[in-house]
């Protein structure tokens, strides 16, 4: 060996094999090479025949290391209780043991070792923070014994070996305590940053990656205000100072709200955040966690329930002004009818809310629309709807929906639905200079131009006005057609 320790039995060389096995210990990353290691150092500067090293498990020792000992010996020693051998005590009273001149002794515990070929033999507790980790024992073949100086560098060098293996074992458990968290933490929808003590950023998840465009390589070390937060969306400068986000820092008190982000490419982004400051043992604040959320679908989703509320509100009042009109302006020849035709309008009113609501209030198609009101009046077969179906606005499924009902009453009262073997034929067509929709009655009793407007037809005027269309009404032999002519969306 050539650590600067001499050959075997110079205890004066104690203090070069102890900062070699240090050294050694030190350099390990491998809980099963420390043993190993430092029985290859130690044999040859104290002439060491064997060593055991046994580890604690429920209340027994196994061994999980050895050196010089025959594989019979080690199957027979591979499990011991805490009595009955040099070991089993040490561990029991966890204070070392020596035992010299084994051969000319009778204690029963010592009769491994003496099948062993072991003359003398020392043993020691490996301790960490109080606990007992395992024993480890040293052997000589040879007549010399340990002398003080010796025991003293194996007590040392055990010490070293218990240093090493809780080291090792509380890096595996901070390794793998970080992988743990590292996995948490990247799988997390949440995007998340850590800031040191200079409010640098020292950590970003992957959703924090996903979020601001940027990598991790790209805002380390800087403070994450100058990368993702440095503009208003005006376009003016946003003084650091002035960010809520990092006075949970200096103030030490947890910053909670929204702000705007800047995006790689110059847009920006709302989001939500909590800024919570990190603290050591002593409460002092060593840094800050940032948890942010992009609220961007958020807000849309406000704003669309905040437009569809008003839009709700407004169509509200809109149909009770239309309810008090058609209460207002309907005539009839008694209560009976009266009740039926302001009924019958008011279901179209709430028909025509109900085609917008299945819509999300989003507009109508007119086939459903003229379906629907015709339904009401005429039997299967008396009716049908040909053509192009068309998209309607929102603002124009309610109007549209109380002209037809107006059209399929008057056809039900007068017209071709009044007659067993009459029919409806609406046709719906999409040309360059607009929508149409034909109205054509046939099989009914023959018609003819009233002598008065009544409700019904100013209804229809002022409906077709606040659609902005025209309408061209045509009393035929054949019976009534209507052609409606509405812009184009």
């Not at 650590?3 to 050694?24: C, E, F, N, T, V």
């Not at 002035?242 to 790689?264: K, L, M």
Request: hydrophobic share 40%; aromatic share 6%; glycine share 8%.
């Amino acid at each position: 060996m050539d650590d600067g320790i001499r050959p075997k039995g110079a205890a004066g060389d104690g203090l070069a094999l102890l900062d070699a096995a240090a050294s050694r210990l030190l350099a390990i990353s491998n809980p099963h090479q420390l043993i190993d290691a430092l029985f290859g150092l130690a044999s040859d500067a104290l002439g060491l025949d064997v060593y055991v090293h046994y580890s604690l498990r429920d209340e027994q020792l196994v061994l999980t290391g050895a050196g010089g000992l025959s594989p019979a010996h080690r199957q027979e020693r591979a499990r011991l209780t805490l009595e009955g051998s040099i070991c089993g005590c040490v561990a029991r009273d966890r204070a070392a043991m020596h035992a010299a001149e084994i051969h000319r002794s009778d204690d029963p515990r010592l009769d491994f070792l003496r099948r062993a070929g072991l003359r003398h033999y020392t043993c020691h507790p490996l301790m960490a923070d109080g606990r007992l980790l395992g024993v480890l024992g040293f052997g000589r073949r040879e007549a010399r014994p340990f002398s003080p100086e010796e025991l003293v560098v194996l007590q040392t060098l055990t010490r070293y070996v218990a240093i090493a293996q809780e080291r090792l074992r509380v890096e595996t458990a901070l390794i793998e305590s970080e992988r743990r968290l590292n996995a948490v933490l990247n799988n997390a929808t949440v995007a998340i940053f850590v800031m040191d003590d200079r409010q640098h950023c020292s950590f970003m998840n992957a959703a924090a990656e996903r979020l601001t465009g940027y990598r991790f390589e790209e805002v380390q070390g800087r403070p994450l205000h100058d990368v993702i937060h440095h503009t208003h969306p005006d376009g003016t400068h946003f003084p650091i100072e002035d960010c809520a986000i990092d006075r949970a820092f200096p103030e030490n008190n947890q910053q909670q709200g929204e702000e705007v982000f800047v995006r790689p490419d110059g847009g920006f982004y709302p989001v939500a955040f909590t800024a919570s400051p990190i603290r050591d043992e002593t409460s002092h604040t060593i840094g800050t966690i940032i948890e942010v959320r992009d609220i961007a679908e958020q807000k849309r989703n406000e704003e669309t329930r905040d437009l569809l509320m008003r839009e709700v509100d407004h169509r509200a009042r809109n149909a009770l002004a239309v309810v008090q009109s058609i209460v207002r302006l309907t005539r009839a020849p008694d209560i009976e009818a009266f009740q039926e035709n302001v009924l019958g309008r008011v279901s179209a009113l709430a028909r025509a809310q109900g085609s917008l609501a299945a819509e999300r209030w989003e507009g109508g198609r007119t086939r459903d629309v003229v379906e629907g009101e015709l339904a009401t009046v005429g039997r299967g077969g008396q009716y049908e709807v040909l053509g192009d179906d068309w998209v309607l606005a929102p603002a124009e499924v309610q109007p549209l929906g109380m002209i037809v009902h107006e059209l399929a009453t008057n056809a039900a009262k007068y017209g071709a639905l009044s007659a067993e073997a009459g029919c409806v034929r609406v046709r719906l067509s999409v040309g360059p200079r607009g929508r149409r929709l034909d109205w054509s009655e046939s099989g009914g009793p023959a018609v003819a131009p009233p002598p008065r407007h009544g409700f019904g037809s100013r209804l229809i005027g002022q409906l077709v006005r606040q659609l902005n269309a025209e309408v061209s009404t045509r009393w035929e032999a054949s019976g009534l057609n209507v052609t409606l002519d509405l812009p184009a969306l």
